[in-house]
């Protein structure tokens, strides 16, 4: 390898581990964890060592399979029967964990030690009420019923939600999402715990209640000074929460340090390549593709000789496959920073795997004047399109009179709070619900009859859907030959070859190797399964293709792949999206147009850099202030970034009932610019804020300008 010699290395600090057993909530030395499987052990963790202060968040980060969780399990003694640790100390607020018995541990658990999961409704028991789950935390530490209720109802207000008592006499299944993971946090916090570890709690979160749970959990452990162990894939949120961070890939620690020099100037490959694939502020698919991460994690247990990334790593030479890198330490801005890589000082420079630009040709099929032409012919229209839904004592008005087109080969991004009728539009649009009468939906000008059963196979064909959870969607019995094979069999003109070269077509498509042709979908990761999820819905060469959340789940590595093949397969064959998405990132980087959805109205619709850029409706404002961030161009080289930052707009109050929404602007209880009587009485009209950028409020939209600039 060409350019200047590296660093001598330099062992990483050794722990002076009486003094971390005093100073530190918690401490993890050498930590090498083994499972057993198909009768041999494989090292799922390797020489793991890292430390949390008392009252410090510390960032794990690294994709699905590198270990994080397995940390968490292993500190908690909560290893599966196959799994042990096979070497190193975890010790938690002066207590070595592995030498507690059952009535020590049990002990530790319910008073040093909580956990929050990535999903809530797990963690709840669904037959008992959110009073009985919380109190019997208070009642672990030894509280009397009574006392334990009373606490409860201290502790729902503590973790902001309003009337605890009415909430108490709830089960899970009554509350939302958000509100379900603040009663989790509550129960992890009702013991006061050291160490409080948590692992993905906001992903499947909106922007709002996001902030609302990170807001809480940085005020929490402000007052109480508990340590944060923060798992997550959202390196935004890491980036917001963490003042250090660790950087985990297949079973090591590759960098570590404080978050801001982390991130700022990374100096691992692996580092690099997870920041570059974030869809950061400014990024569309029509300037940057995202860059990611070539090949996949090696198996567990895999015995690598030299450097474990050296197969992914374009910096990588005859060195990196034949020798270990140590663990260099350099001296940053923020403190020390430590990194796997014998080239850690130019890892900055790592070159990228897809080009910056992306092209900027038209479909193969559409020139460029017929494009033009085509972007401002709806193929698909909505109008006055309603659902109503009627449910014991009560009328759910889900979608409230939506008007919207989308043009051949756009993108039109779905954004709003869980329960802002995001997926019941996309369902309506589908067929798989009928809408309520006077709705019109039509395609291509004709209109479709209300629910799929009654379209004809091309209208069918034309609107596909591509689901969050590809699990869901997919027979886990059957190969992936023969799934995408049955929506072909739909085809009537494809038969033999011609069906044969189709599949493979497709499946080249979406990037799938033919190897993983006759798999089945358990035997696939998640970015696999969404591929097969994608060709299955292309198979029908569709016109409109409706992403409801297919990202949310993904590792960020993952998330750029599938967002560089859909912007692809749009390019290439001119469909258009219907892209819902709780990550305005994302949809910022995929949509071409915005429409802004609140308790089944349509607030703001126009081009996604109006709608970005502003002037915005006060809700849209509040989510995008919502969202966190990470400074530029995360990952680049210094003069690549921009310092800009948002200030939060906080929403009182939660996201009004669609049974009985507010009179006037259905925003207005919770609108921070609100007017005054005319905000609560009348509905306001749409004003064109010029280019097809519509905006529902009662405030003028230079006033608006001029208002959101000033803050």
Do not use: W
């Amino acid at each position: 390898m060409n350019g200047p010699p590296p660093s001598p290395p330099a062992s990483f600090p050794a722990f002076d581990v009486s003094k971390s057993e005093q100073s530190d909530a918690l401490t993890i030395v050498g930590l090498t964890v083994t499972y057993r499987a198909r009768g041999r052990e494989r090292e799922v963790l390797q020489d793991v060592s890292f430390r949390i202060r008392r009252g410090e968040s510390y960032g794990l980060v690294g994709e699905s399979g590198c270990g994080k969780s397995t940390v968490a399990m292993a500190t908690l003694r909560y290893l599966p029967r196959n799994g042990r640790v096979k070497a190193g100390r975890i010790s938690i607020a002066g207590k070595e964990v592995h030498s507690l018995d059952a009535v020590a541990l049990r002990e530790m658990r319910a008073n040093a030690i909580s956990m929050v999961y990535q999903d809530p409704s797990r963690a709840l028991n669904p037959s008992l009420t959110v009073a009985r789950q919380v109190s019997e935390a208070f009642e672990a530490s030894g509280a009397t019923y009574d006392e334990a209720l009373t606490r409860t109802a201290e502790m729902l207000r503590k973790v902001r939600i309003a009337e605890p008592e009415r909430v108490m006499d709830s089960y899970p299944h009554q509350l939302s999402g958000g509100m379900q993971q603040r009663v989790v946090i509550a129960m992890a916090l009702a013991s006061q715990p050291a160490l409080l570890i948590l692992d993905e709690p906001t992903t499947g979160l909106d922007a709002t209640v996001e902030a609302e749970v990170l807001d809480l959990v940085a005020q929490l452990r402000e007052e109480l000074g508990t340590a944060v162990l923060f798992i997550s894939h959202n390196l935004a949120v890491i980036g917001r929460m963490c003042e250090r961070v660790g950087v985990l890939y297949a079973g090591k620690l590759v960098e570590e340090g404080a978050t801001q020099d982390v991130f700022a100037r990374p100096r691992h490959p692996y580092t690099v390549g997870l920041l570059r694939c974030l869809p950061t502020s400014g990024r569309s698919k029509d300037t940057d593709r995202l860059d990611t991460i070539a090949g996949s994690l090696p198996q567990p247990g895999s015995v690598t000789q030299g450097c474990i990334y050296a197969e992914r790593c374009r910096l990588a030479d005859d060195r990196c496959r034949h020798e270990a890198p140590p663990p260099y330490r350099v001296r940053s801005q923020h403190g020390d920073q430590m990194s796997r890589c014998h080239y850690h000082e130019r890892a900055i420079e790592l070159p990228r795997v897809t080009a910056l630009h992306a092209s900027g040709d038209a479909p193969s099929d559409v020139s460029d004047n017929a494009r033009n032409a085509l972007d401002h012919s709806p193929v698909l229209r909505a109008e006055n399109v309603s659902k109503t839904f009627h449910v014991p004592g009560a009328t759910l008005r889900a979608v409230d009179d939506v008007s919207l087109e989308l043009a051949k080969g756009e993108t039109l991004g779905l954004v709003g709070e869980s329960g802002s009728g995001k997926t019941t539009l996309a369902k309506l649009l589908l067929g798989l619900i009928s809408p309520d009468a006077g709705s019109v939906i039509e395609l291509d000008g004709a209109r479709l009859p209300p629910r799929v059963t009654n379209r004809n196979d091309d209208q069918v064909k034309s609107l596909q859907i591509v689901f969050q959870n590809p699990d869901s969607a997919l027979n886990r019995a059957h190969s992936v030959k023969r799934l995408i094979g049955r929506a072909l069999s739909r085809l009537s003109s494809l038969h033999g070859p011609a069906r044969d070269e189709r599949l493979a077509s497709l499946t080249q498509a979406v990037r799938l190797p033919d190897r993983y042709l006759t798999s089945r979908t358990r035997q696939l990761s998640g970015g696999l399964k969404q591929r097969v999820a994608i060709a299955r819905a292309f198979a029908g060469d569709p016109r409109i293709v409706v992403c409801d959340e297919p990202t949310s789940a993904l590792d960020v590595s993952v998330q750029a792949a599938i967002l560089n093949l859909l912007a692809d397969l749009q390019h290439d064959r001119g469909v258009s999206y219907v892209f819902i998405s709780h990550d305005l990132h994302v949809v910022r980087y995929l949509s071409d147009r915005i429409a802004v959805l609140y308790v089944g109205r349509l607030l703001e619709i126009g081009p996604a850099d109006a709608v970005f850029g502003g002037p915005h409706h006060p809700y849209t404002e509040a989510l995008l202030s919502s969202v966190p961030t990470l400074d530029g161009h995360a990952g680049e080289p210094d003069e690549a970034r921009d310092n800009s930052r948002t200030q939060r707009i906080r929403l009182s109050g939660e996201l009004p009932s669609a049974a009985s929404p507010p009179s006037g602007c259905v925003f207005h209880t919770r609108c921070p610019r609100k007017l005054g009587a005319i905000c609560e009485q009348q509905d306001p009209p749409f004003t064109d804020a010029g280019d097809g950028h519509r905006i529902r409020c009662h405030i003028p939209v230079d006033e608006l300008r001029v208002l959101q600039r000033r803050d």
